[in-house]
């Protein structure tokens, strides 16, 4: 029964704390305010379970029963309490989730970041040696290809592709070389449009990048992006940065749509970088209302916003996929006001098929359980012929390619 009780505060106390921390970074909220809730949250949760332990070795469930209660007792009962609901969330999300059906096929093929490129590409910074932590898979690069049917996909538009990339973080950690050679790989898939979902940019310095590394994507029919919460940090550098990418070719989508003609068929994109950046794309003035609808968002935490206005699909990042995902639990944090529900993969709300990508890199270069990701998205329509009207390169031959 001890041990029991233990267990129960233990997963209440957790639950809690990484509920305040998730919270807080779905925010506004500065970044001085944010990182002082990470300090407080994060060491609220590393030092109560040793002290309960602690406690618990010493005097077992005697200290409990101390009267009057004191501030401990009453919040590790209230832990214990938070553990119930706790534990069911963690089973419903690990335990009851079954086959996506819009997902028709999946494959993925791993990189070694630093055998490819020949040097391990870390730069100068103090947090240099968290790359070098054994089992670190930050240099881990993972390509996924993923078969997706849309129900309004018109059988002409059978088999486009879309590379998604989001949360590049060029901080000067992680060196500019190796985001080259994603941008390389990126247009080594042959994709028909180029998806960003941003936080691309964390330090003003790094802004000179963006030629080198957005200007080496191709695809058929253009790139786009929209920017993440980081990428507001920049503050008075945010209009250089926007110029630069837009520069090297890559077209901006905040708070506005574009349509595109492919095919002779219509589809619509369209940028939401709420909360950070106001407004939303105006989604009133729509000159095809049964255009294919795809929206680029930074948070995930917008799927109701795609919802109520009839996207098809809708691309996002920000989470990176909880960057450390123990085994069996899965993450703890990621920052949402969902929680851990969407830190990474496929969520199908209709009307809306929701992507979450894991990212390419992150502000802390720390992933366990978790590699950095790109990805290759083919739609299906459910109405094309048995012949698709593209035939993607394989991936592998695609990867090779680039080699």
């Not at 509920?19 to 060491?43: D, E, F, M, P, W």
């Not at 332990?53 to 077992?60: C, H, N, S, V």
């Not at 691309?200 to 919460?229: H, M, Q, T």
């Not at 990042?317 to 929680?339: E, K």
Request: overall charge positive; some cysteine.
């Amino acid at each position: 029964m001890t041990y029991f009780l233990l267990l129960l505060a233990l997963i209440g106390h957790t639950a809690l704390w990484a509920c305040v921390v998730n919270q807080i970074h779905a925010t506004r909220l500065a970044k001085l305010g944010v990182t002082i809730v990470n300090i407080l949250g994060l060491g609220s949760l590393c030092a109560a379970p040793l002290v309960y332990m602690l406690w618990f070795w010493r005097d077992g469930l005697d200290w409990l029963s101390a009267t009057p209660a004191g501030p401990a007792v009453w919040y590790f009962l209230c832990c214990c309490v938070l553990g119930v609901p706790g534990l069911a969330v963690w089973a419903n999300r690990n335990l009851r989730r079954g086959p996506l059906r819009p997902l028709k096929r999946q494959s993925a093929q791993r990189l070694d970041m630093v055998r490819r490129l020949g040097y391990r590409p870390d730069g100068n910074s103090w947090l240099r040696p968290l790359t070098r932590l054994p089992g670190n898979e930050c240099f881990q690069l993972e390509i996924t290809e993923k078969e997706l049917e849309l129900s309004r996909l018109p059988a002409r538009l059978d088999g486009l592709t879309i590379a998604h990339l989001s949360d590049l973080h060029f901080t000067g950690i992680i060196d500019r070389r190796y985001f080259v050679e994603v941008a390389e790989l990126t247009s080594a898939l042959e994709p028909d449009l180029i998806l960003i979902t941003g936080d691309l940019v964390d330090r003003p310095e790094c802004i000179d990048w963006s030629s080198d590394v957005f200007g080496r994507l191709r695809a058929k029919y253009g790139s786009f992006f929209v920017f993440g919460n980081h990428d507001v940090r920049l503050k008075s550098h945010l209009p250089r940065l926007r110029q630069a990418i837009v520069d090297a070719g890559t077209r901006y989508l905040g708070a506005r749509h574009q349509e595109l003609c492919i095919e002779g068929e219509t589809i619509l994109l369209a940028g939401n970088e709420l909360p950070w950046i106001r407004p939303a794309a105006d989604m009133t003035r729509i000159d095809d209302a049964t255009a294919l609808r795809v929206l680029l968002a930074h948070t995930p935490d917008q799927l109701p916003w795609a919802r109520r206005h009839g996207f098809d699909l809708m691309l996002a990042g920000h989470n990176h996929g909880g960057q450390i995902r123990l085994p069996l639990v899965g993450p703890l944090f990621s920052p949402s006001r969902y929680g851990v529900k969407y830190a990474c993969g496929l969520f199908h709300e209709p009307p809306t098929l929701m992507h979450v990508s894991r990212g390419v890199s992150a502000l802390d270069p720390l992933r366990y359980n978790c590699p950095p990701e790109l990805t290759r998205i083919v739609l299906r329509s459910p109405v094309a012929n048995d012949e698709p009207a593209r035939i993607a390169r394989p991936l592998a031959q695609a990867v090779a390619a680039r080699s």
